[in-house]
């Protein structure tokens, strides 16, 4: 079976490193990092452009496409190949709003009593200044379209500051249009995705996101800088709790509002002492969650992948995990995430203990394989000539987010003992990462 991965971010890594050791599975990865192009060739083409996609797929006779994020998704991806008898694993484009669209999603949601912090949606700015005036700060405030951030405000001026700024975008515009004001609740982030064929749903595990650049509640945010994926007890029941109080209702939900929906489904919440609330919806495995969540599947992706598709994941028998706790350390340039040095080689890779995973986001490799067409007369002895050097070629850093260390062990303790220890075996100008990753579970 051929599969192509769209991604460049450790999701796509993380992915194509899963379905390289498929032996069902032939991957290529469009356009790939530093390391997972190691393992898969590369494909020169833009995730995004869903025409070039497509008609790349359909002449290298590709079975399956799995997209790391939902930008091609959002292109209309499913669209564009649904007379091509290619498989996406994913949603066609008016799905994606769940991702694209927080009033979209935020109304949905309210509309079937899923958990949410305090809040609304507000469509005009007249509407959201009343809003903002009778609510207590901090309060966040979220433009419609994630693109356009959000940010968290204590004082109102600056709040209606935002507000005015976020509807005078000329971008914003359309029946969904608007901002979402929330309540804001320091905490604990938790992601947790589910394989869905629109009817019945596998849910995977719950992975502890850090995405402030230190432990203070008031550190800046700085997507990426860690994970954790534990095997305790209270894991695994907030996993269950997660899976019948939200994901398996929002399943439900989509079907009542025919929303055609399969492929990874997930949902990021905040952690109360109410219970778990939502905040964001996705169309894909979220990044770093992928990195610690596949990891302990002892369970082969591909068929997964294929009933989900196929929307006969009800044949199926529920996966097998690893009994194990994986940490990862986000190992990110001095400077992240606003301005950091770029072009450096990455050293000591080749350093790590065996066992050690290293999920590269934004590294490139020039000894890279890549992909030559079958009409040009590609094939497995082109792609072997293309990558000869590539154990000898250096992985250079093109953004702040380098790579992910990625360790597991019986304990959480043990993995993220391991993971400190080879942190520090790989080196770039400025290499930054957090020392408290999986200090404590969940506080």
């Known amino acids: ?69 939902s930008s091609s998704l959002a292109a209309g991806l499913v669209d564009e190949v649904v007379t091509m008898h290619i498989g996406v694993c994913g949603p066609a484009q008016r799905a994606v709003q769940l991702e694209q669209s927080r009033c979209f999603a935020r109304n949905l949601l309210e509309r079937h009593r899923l958990p949410l912090l305090r809040g609304r949606v507000c469509s005009d700015l007249a509407t959201a200044e009343k809003y903002l005036a009778a609510q207590p700060l901090p309060v966040i405030i979220r433009a419609d379209q994630p693109e356009h951030g959000e940010g968290v405000y204590s004082d109102r001026y600056s709040a209606l500051e935002a507000l005015r700024t976020m509807f005078a975008d000329a971008s914003l515009s359309g029946p969904v249009a608007g901002v979402v004001i929330e309540e804001h609740r320091p905490g604990i982030v938790v992601r947790m995705s589910a394989l869905t064929d629109g009817s019945n749903a596998i849910p995977l595990l719950p992975a502890r996101i850090y995405d402030q650049l230190g432990p203070d509640p008031d550190s800046p945010a700085a997507p990426g800088m860690g994970a954790i994926c534990n095997n305790s007890v209270y894991s695994q029941r907030l996993g269950a709790h997660i899976n019948s109080q939200i994901i398996q209702p929002l399943v439900a939900a989509l079907s009542l509002e025919h929303i055609p929906y399969w492929g990874f489904l997930g949902v990021d919440c905040l952690i109360t002492d109410q219970g778990p609330r939502v905040v964001a919806l996705r169309s894909s495995l979220g990044d770093m969650e992928a990195q610690v969540v596949l990891p302990r599947l002892d369970d082969d992706l591909v068929p997964l992948l294929e009933a989900a598709v196929a929307h006969r994941l009800a044949a199926l028998p529920a996966p097998r995990w690893r009994d194990e706790a994986v940490v990862a350390l986000g190992l990110v340039a001095q400077g992240y995430p606003h301005h950091f040095p770029i072009g450096a080689a990455v050293e000591g890779l080749s350093d790590v203990d065996p066992g050690i995973l290293v999920f590269h986001s934004q590294t490139q490799n020039p000894g890279a394989m890549r992909y030559m067409p079958s009409s040009h007369g590609g094939g497995l002895a082109a792609l072997l000539r293309g990558g000869s050097s590539l154990k000898s070629a250096a992985t250079y850093v093109t953004g ?40 404590h579970e969940f506080r």
């Open 1 to 69: 079976m051929k599969i192509l991965v769209l991604g460049g971010d450790g999701r796509a890594h993380a992915l194509v490193w899963k379905l390289f050791n498929s032996a069902s599975a032939d991957v290529f990865v469009a356009p790939g990092n530093g390391g997972a192009t190691q393992l898969a060739p590369m494909v020169e083409i833009d995730p995004t452009n869903a025409v070039e996609v497509a008609r790349w797929a359909f002449d290298e006779g590709v079975d399956l496409i799995v997209p790391a994020d």
């Open 400 to 439: 702040g987010h380098v790579a992910a260390v990625v360790a597991s062990s019986a304990t959480l303790a043990g993995a993220r003992g391991r993971a400190l220890l080879n942190a520090e075996r790989i080196t770039f100008p400025g290499r930054m990462f957090r020392e408290d990753i999986g200090a």
